[in-house]
C-alpha cells in the first residue's frame, strides 16, 4: 500500500517536471492582467480603453504567430495602493498572470512594482506617471512604456519658460504622483532661469478648487502649473476660466493632459493649452488607421496615450515571449530590453536597461473651436522632442540596477 | 498690507467667500435629506444619485431640447422628483414598517444602480455644461474677483432655503406633514391621504438634490460620480446638525463650508478631512448633533 503511494506520488513529480520541461509557459497559458481605475477619475483615460487595447494588440500578434495561448483578464483597482496590491498578489499567487499592464495612479504603479519584483513576474506601466519607477524604484521586473513626469516635466515646462512664462505656483496632487511631477517640473523651471513663488497641494480627488485657485491668483505667478491629472485637471480648468484667471493675465499650464480630457472640457474651455504627450491619435496614417479600428469598437471614442501605451506594450511583451518561448517574468523583461521596439503607434524605439522605454516625445498646442474640424481634432503639433532627448538621462535617474553595472 | 495668521487678508475674505458658496450647496443637499428624514424617517443615500441626475437632466434639456439653463432650473428638479416618486411607491413604500437600516440599504443599492448605469453609458470624465450667457462673468470685489454664478449660487440656495424651512415649520400644510409622521393614523382619521403627502414629500426631498445639481452643473463637470463624493460629506454635515433638523441642516451646511474654506488657506492637506473630525467631536460631545433634539 505504501508502495503503490509512493510510486503514484513519484510519479506525478516526475509527470509535473516533465510538463515544466517541455512547456516553460506557465500553465500554458500567457495571462494579461489590465489592471487599472475602472470606475474613477482615471476610468476614461485609461479603464476598459485599455483592456481592448491590450486584446487588440494580442488579435494582432495572433495574426502572425499562433505559437502561444494568451488571455486578457482585467481588474478595478479604485486608485488604492492597497487594493492595487492585493490584486496583483491573487493574480500573481493563485490566477497565473505573467504580467500586469498599465496601472495608472502613481502611488498603486510604485506598489505594484515592489510585488511584481519579489514574486519574479513582469509589469509594463503604461498610464503611471511617476518618474520613480525607472528612478530609486526601478526593478528588472518592471518596464515604465508610455511617458513619465520627467518627460512631461522637461516638455512643457522648458517650453513655457523660453517663451516668458518664468514665474510658477504649483497646483499639486497631493500624491506620490502630484509630488513627482511637481518635484520634476519645478526642476526644469529654474534650471530654465525661472523661478517659483509658491505651491498648494490639494486633497486627491477633489472637485472644487476655488480656493486654491485663489490663492493662485493672490501669488501674482505667470504661471499656474496644474501638477495633478483627469477630472482634477479639468476641474481646475473650468473652475480658472470662472475665476477670469486667464483674462486678468495668467496662464495655466496643463502638466498631464489626456485626449480624453481636452474632450470633457470642450475646446471653448480647452483651447490654447499647451502640454507634452508620446502619443496621438491623428499624427500619421499608421495612427489613423490603427486609432478608427479602436474607436469602432469604442462607441467612437479615440484612444488616450495611455490606452496606446497598452497596446504597444502587450505586442512587444508577446514577441519576447515567443522569442523566448518562456514566460518568466525576469527573463521575459531582460529580453524585452535587447530587442527594439517596433509598432504602427509608437513607431521604431528601444528600452534602457533602467526599464525606460524610448521613443519621440510631442508637444502639443489645442485648437481654437473653429480649427477644428470636427469631435475628437484637438491638438496641433507645436513641436517634437527627439527619443535621445526626451526622457531623463539614465545616469540622473539614480536607478540601481544601472549603478550596479 | 494686515495679515492674520500669516495670511493675507484679502486670501481670508476670499476664502470665507468660496466657503460660503460650497456651504451652499452642502445646505440645499442636507435640507433635502433632513426633509426625508424628520418626514420619512428613511436615511435616503440615493441623494447623491438624484444630485448628480439632476445636473444631466439640465444637460440632456440643453443638448437635446434646446432648453437653457433657466428652464432646467425649473423643469430638472420636476423630472428628478417625479423619478423619486416613483422609487418611493414601487420601493420604499414597502419598507416603513421595518427598521431604519432596510431604508439604508435599498437607497445604497438603487444609488449604485443609477451611477453605474450612467457611468456606464457616459464614461467617467465627464460632460461639458456652460454658465448661462446672463451670469458669466463677475465683478471685483478688492479683495476677490466674485464670479456672477457664484454669487448667484448663494442667493438661490438661502432662498430656497428660507421658503422651505417657512412651509414646514410655519404654514399648515407643514403642520399636517409634522403632525402625520407623529402619529400617521390619527391625522389619516382626520381624512388627509397620508401616504399620498409622504410621497410627495420625497419627491420634493429629491427635487431639491436636483436642483443643487443643475446649480453644480455649470461649475463641476457634469460627472456620473459627482454625487458619490458629494454625498459623504453631506451626511456628516447632516449628522453634525442633528438628523432631521431643518434650521440644522442649513445653518450647518453653511458654517461647515466656510470651516472647509479657511481649512484650505492654513492646511490644505486636511480640508478633505476637517469635517469628519469635527463630526467626530460632536458625536462625542452632542450625540444628537448640534441642533437636534432627543
Same mark, same amino acid.
Given at each position: 500500500?505504501?508502495? $503503490?503511494?509512493?510510486?503514484?506520488?513519484?510519479?506525478?513529480?516526475?509527470?509535473?517536471?516533465?510538463?515544466?520541461?517541455?512547456? %516553460?509557459?506557465?500553465?500554458?497559458v500567457?495571462?494579461?492582467g489590465?489592471?487599472?481605475?475602472?470606475?474613477?477619475?482615471?476610468?476614461?483615460? @485609461?479603464?476598459?480603453?485599455?483592456v481592448?487595447?491590450?486584446?487588440?494588440?494580442?488579435?494582432?500578434?495572433?495574426?502572425?504567430?499562433?505559437?502561444?495561448k494568451i488571455?486578457v483578464?482585467?481588474a478595478?483597482?479604485?486608485?488604492?495602493?492597497?487594493?492595487?496590491?492585493?490584486?496583483?498578489?491573487?493574480?500573481?499567487?493563485?490566477?497565473?498572470?505573467d504580467l500586469?499592464?498599465?496601472?495608472?495612479?502613481?502611488?498603486?504603479?510604485?506598489?505594484?512594482n515592489?510585488?511584481?519584483?519579489e514574486?519574479?513576474k513582469a /509589469?509594463?506601466?503604461?498610464?503611471?506617471?511617476s518618474?520613480?519607477?525607472?528612478?530609486?524604484?526601478?526593478?528588472?521586473?518592471?518596464?515604465?512604456?508610455?511617458?513619465?513626469t520627467?518627460?512631461?516635466?522637461?516638455?512643457?515646462?522648458?517650453a513655457?519658460?523660453?517663451?516668458?512664462?518664468?514665474?510658477?505656483?504649483?497646483?499639486?496632487a497631493?500624491?506620490?504622483?502630484?509630488?513627482?511631477?511637481?518635484?520634476?517640473?519645478?526642476a526644469?523651471?529654474i534650471?530654465?532661469?525661472?523661478k517659483?513663488?509658491?505651491?498648494?497641494?490639494?486633497?486627491?480627488?477633489?472637485?472644487?478648487?476655488?480656493?486654491f485657485?485663489?490663492?493662485?491668483?493672490?501669488?501674482?505667478?505667470?504661471?499656474?502649473?496644474?501638477?495633478?491629472a483627469? @477630472?482634477?485637471? +479639468?476641474?481646475?480648468i473650468?473652475?480658472?476660466?470662472?475665476?477670469?484667471i486667464?483674462?486678468?493675465?495668467?496662464?495655466?499650464?496643463? /502638466?498631464?493632459?489626456?485626449l480624453?480630457d481636452?474632450?470633457?472640457?470642450?475646446l471653448?474651455? @480647452?483651447?490654447?493649452l499647451i502640454?507634452?504627450?508620446?502619443?496621438y491619435?491623428?499624427?500619421?496614417?499608421?495612427t489613423?488607421?490603427?486609432? $478608427?479600428r479602436?474607436?469602432a469598437?469604442?462607441?467612437?471614442?479615440?484612444p488616450?496615450?495611455g490606452q496606446?501605451?497598452?497596446?504597444?506594450?502587450?505586442?512587444?511583451?508577446?514577441?519576447?515571449v515567443?522569442a523566448?518561448?518562456?514566460d518568466?517574468?525576469?527573463?521575459v523583461?531582460?529580453?524585452?530590453? @535587447?530587442?527594439? +521596439?517596433?509598432?504602427?503607434?509608437?513607431?521604431?524605439?528601444?528600452?534602457?536597461?533602467?526599464?525606460?522605454k524610448?521613443?519621440?516625445?510631442?508637444?502639443?498646442?489645442?485648437?481654437?473651436?473653429?480649427?477644428?474640424?470636427?469631435?475628437?481634432d484637438?491638438?496641433?503639433?507645436r513641436? +517634437?522632442?527627439?527619443?535621445? %532627448?526626451a526622457?531623463?538621462?539614465?545616469a540622473?535617474?539614480?536607478?540601481?540596477?544601472v549603478?550596479?553595472? | *498690507?494686515t495679515?492674520i495668521f500669516?495670511?493675507p487678508?484679502?486670501?481670508?475674505?476670499?476664502q470665507?467667500?468660496i466657503?460660503?458658496?460650497?456651504?451652499?450647496?452642502?445646505?440645499l443637499?442636507s435640507?433635502?435629506?433632513?426633509?426625508?428624514?424628520?418626514?420619512?424617517?428613511?436615511i435616503?443615500f440615493?441623494?447623491?444619485?438624484? #444630485? *448628480?441626475?439632476?445636473?444631466?437632466?439640465?444637460?440632456?434639456?440643453?443638448?437635446?431640447?434646446?432648453?437653457?439653463?433657466?428652464?432646467?432650473?425649473? &423643469?430638472?428638479?420636476?423630472?428628478?422628483?417625479?423619478?423619486?416618486v416613483?422609487?418611493?411607491?414601487?420601493?420604499?413604500?414597502?419598507l416603513?414598517?421595518l427598521?431604519?437600516?432596510?431604508?439604508?440599504?435599498?437607497?445604497?443599492?438603487?444609488a449604485?444602480?443609477?451611477?453605474?448605469a450612467?457611468?456606464?453609458?457616459?464614461?467617467?470624465?465627464?460632460?461639458? #455644461?456652460s454658465?448661462?450667457?446672463?451670469?458669466?462673468?463677475?465683478?471685483?470685489?478688492?479683495?476677490?474677483?466674485?464670479?456672477k454664478?457664484?454669487a448667484?449660487?448663494?442667493?438661490?440656495?438661502?432662498g430656497?432655503? &428660507?421658503?422651505?424651512?417657512?412651509?414646514i415649520?410655519?404654514?399648515?400644510?407643514?403642520?399636517y406633514?409634522?403632525?402625520?409622521?407623529?402619529?400617521?393614523?390619527?391625522?389619516?382619521?382626520?381624512? &388627509?391621504?397620508?401616504?399620498?403627502?409622504?410621497?410627495l414629500?420625497?419627491?420634493?426631498?429629491?427635487?431639491?438634490?436636483?436642483?443643487?445639481?443643475?446649480?453644480?452643473?455649470?461649475?463641476?463637470?457634469v460627472?456620473p460620480?459627482?454625487?458619490?463624493d458629494?454625498?459623504?460629506?453631506?451626511?456628516?454635515?447632516?449628522v453634525?446638525?442633528?438628523?432631521?433638523?431643518?434650521?440644522?441642516?442649513?445653518?450647518?451646511?453653511?458654517?461647515?463650508?466656510?470651516?472647509?474654506?479657511?481649512?484650505?488657506?492654513?492646511?490644505?492637506e486636511a480640508?478633505?478631512?476637517?469635517?469628519?473630525?469635527?463630526?467626530?467631536?460632536?458625536?462625542?460631545?452632542?450625540p444628537?448633533?448640534?441642533?437636534?433634539?432627543?
Amino acid at each position: 500500500m505504501t508502495f $503503490k503511494r509512493k510510486l503514484l506520488s513519484t510519479a506525478a513529480i516526475l509527470a509535473l517536471s516533465a510538463g515544466a520541461a517541455h512547456a %516553460q509557459v506557465s500553465g500554458n497559458v500567457v495571462k494579461i492582467g489590465v489592471l487599472n481605475d475602472q470606475s474613477g477619475t482615471y476610468a476614461d483615460l @485609461a479603464g476598459p480603453g485599455s483592456v481592448l487595447a491590450a486584446k487588440m494588440a494580442v488579435e494582432d500578434f495572433m495574426a502572425k504567430d499562433k505559437s502561444l495561448k494568451i488571455e486578457v483578464i482585467a481588474a478595478d483597482h479604485q486608485n488604492k495602493p492597497d487594493v492595487g496590491s492585493q490584486i496583483a498578489r491573487k493574480w500573481y499567487d493563485s490566477d497565473g498572470v505573467d504580467l500586469i499592464v498599465d496601472v495608472p495612479t502613481s502611488s498603486v504603479a510604485l506598489a505594484v512594482n515592489q510585488v511584481t519584483k519579489e514574486k519574479g513576474k513582469a /509589469l509594463i506601466v503604461s498610464t503611471g506617471a511617476s518618474s520613480d519607477l525607472t528612478g530609486k524604484a526601478c526593478s528588472p521586473n518592471t518596464i515604465h512604456w508610455t511617458y513619465d513626469t520627467w518627460q512631461l516635466a522637461n516638455g512643457t515646462g522648458k517650453a513655457i519658460v523660453q517663451t516668458g512664462g518664468d514665474s510658477w505656483f504649483f497646483l499639486t496632487a497631493d500624491y506620490a504622483f502630484g509630488h513627482a511631477l511637481e518635484r520634476d517640473t519645478e526642476a526644469v523651471v529654474i534650471k530654465s532661469g525661472g523661478k517659483v513663488l509658491g505651491k498648494v497641494r490639494h486633497p486627491f480627488p477633489s472637485a472644487d478648487f476655488s480656493s486654491f485657485l485663489l490663492q493662485a491668483q493672490a501669488s501674482k505667478a505667470k504661471i499656474i502649473g496644474l501638477a495633478n491629472a483627469g @477630472a482634477d485637471t +479639468t476641474n481646475a480648468i473650468k473652475q480658472a476660466a470662472e475665476f477670469g484667471i486667464v483674462k486678468g493675465g495668467q496662464n495655466l499650464a496643463g /502638466l498631464l493632459v489626456f485626449l480624453t480630457d481636452v474632450h470633457a472640457l470642450g475646446l471653448e474651455k @480647452a483651447q490654447g493649452l499647451i502640454f507634452t504627450e508620446s502619443f496621438y491619435w491623428d499624427l500619421n496614417d499608421q495612427t489613423r488607421a490603427w486609432s $478608427k479600428r479602436y474607436g469602432a469598437a469604442h462607441g467612437g471614442k479615440m484612444p488616450s496615450m495611455g490606452q496606446a501605451g497598452v497596446y504597444s506594450g502587450v505586442l512587444h511583451y508577446l514577441k519576447a515571449v515567443s522569442a523566448l518561448k518562456s514566460d518568466d517574468g525576469t527573463k521575459v523583461i531582460a529580453k524585452m530590453k @535587447a530587442m527594439p +521596439t517596433d509598432d504602427p503607434l509608437f513607431g521604431k524605439g528601444s528600452i534602457r536597461a533602467d526599464g525606460r522605454k524610448i521613443h519621440n516625445s510631442y508637444l502639443f498646442e489645442v485648437k481654437k473651436p473653429s480649427e477644428s474640424k470636427g469631435p475628437w481634432d484637438y491638438y496641433k503639433l507645436r513641436a +517634437t522632442v527627439p527619443a535621445e %532627448q526626451a526622457f531623463r538621462p539614465m545616469a540622473e535617474g539614480g536607478c540601481p540596477l544601472v549603478a550596479a553595472k | *498690507m494686515t495679515e492674520i495668521f500669516g495670511k493675507p487678508l484679502p486670501v481670508i475674505m476670499g476664502q470665507l467667500l468660496i466657503g460660503l458658496i460650497n456651504g451652499s450647496f452642502y445646505a440645499l443637499l442636507s435640507l433635502g435629506l433632513a426633509v426625508i428624514f424628520g418626514l420619512l424617517n428613511i436615511i435616503n443615500f440615493t441623494h447623491g444619485a438624484q #444630485y *448628480m441626475m439632476g445636473a444631466f437632466a439640465a444637460y440632456f434639456l440643453l443638448n437635446k431640447l434646446g432648453l437653457n439653463y433657466w428652464w432646467a432650473f425649473a &423643469i430638472a428638479p420636476l423630472i428628478v422628483g417625479a423619478t423619486g416618486v416613483v422609487i418611493e411607491r414601487l420601493m420604499l413604500s414597502r419598507l416603513y414598517k421595518l427598521d431604519h437600516l432596510y431604508g439604508l440599504l435599498l437607497t445604497f443599492g438603487i444609488a449604485l444602480i443609477i451611477q453605474g448605469a450612467f457611468r456606464h453609458e457616459f464614461g467617467s470624465a465627464g460632460l461639458p #455644461y456652460s454658465i448661462p450667457e446672463e451670469l458669466s462673468g463677475g465683478n471685483n470685489l478688492g479683495f476677490m474677483f466674485l464670479p456672477k454664478y457664484r454669487a448667484w449660487v448663494i442667493v438661490a440656495s438661502l432662498g430656497v432655503c &428660507i421658503a422651505t424651512w417657512f412651509i414646514i415649520e410655519r404654514t399648515r400644510l407643514g403642520a399636517y406633514l409634522r403632525a402625520a409622521t407623529e402619529n400617521p393614523a390619527m391625522v389619516q382619521s382626520f381624512g &388627509i391621504n397620508v401616504p399620498r403627502m409622504i410621497t410627495l414629500t420625497y419627491g420634493f426631498g429629491v427635487a431639491l438634490a436636483g436642483l443643487a445639481g443643475v446649480m453644480a452643473a455649470p461649475i463641476y463637470q457634469v460627472n456620473p460620480l459627482m454625487g458619490a463624493d458629494t454625498i459623504i460629506v453631506v451626511f456628516a454635515v447632516v449628522v453634525i446638525g442633528g438628523m432631521g433638523s431643518i434650521m440644522g441642516a442649513v445653518v450647518t451646511g453653511f458654517g461647515l463650508g466656510v470651516i472647509e474654506g479657511l481649512t484650505k488657506v492654513f492646511y490644505p492637506e486636511a480640508s478633505n478631512t476637517v469635517i469628519f473630525v469635527i463630526m467626530a467631536i460632536v458625536l462625542m460631545f452632542r450625540p444628537q448633533g448640534l441642533f437636534g433634539s432627543r
